[in-house]
Nanobody
Framework: QVQLMESGGGLVQAGGSLRLSCAFS????????MDWYRQAPGKQRELVAT?????SYADSVKGRFTASRDNAKNTGYLQMNSLKPEDTAVYYC?????????WGQGTQVTVSS
């Protein structure tokens, strides 16, 4: 059974940085594609970053966010720089393989202006 646990969220001023972590418990972490999503109040969940292929990012975060992973630590990361108030949302990590996707519980990121 795979479980994901995000951490690293919090309150930060505009222009600041945060690094989110996603701890994976289970087997064969390295074969899963790691994705990061976010959901702002009243909005649909959106894909922010994916490690599939050569990695890709939503246009709104390109150049500011970087997704990475450490397979030895079974952990994925989302480095978020130059944060903006519009980045405020609950951030989720997801691990997928084929048709199966596992989700973390989410971590709140709030960016004040």
């Amino acid at each position: 059974q795979v479980q994901l646990m995000e951490s690293g969220g919090g309150l930060v001023q505009a222009g600041g940085s945060l690094r989110l972590s996603c701890a994976f418990s289970g087997s064969f972490f390295s074969i899963y594609i790691m994705d990061w999503y976010r959901q702002a109040p009243g909005k649909q969940r959106e894909l922010v970053a994916t490690s599939a292929g050569n990695k890709s990012y939503a246009d709104s975060v390109k150049g500011r966010f970087t997704a990475s992973r450490d397979n030895a630590k079974n952990t994925g990361y989302l480095q978020m720089n130059s944060l903006k108030p519009e980045d405020t949302a609950v951030y989720y990590c997801a691990a997928r393989r084929g048709s199966v996707t596992y989700w973390g519980q989410g971590t709140q990121v709030t960016v004040s202006s």
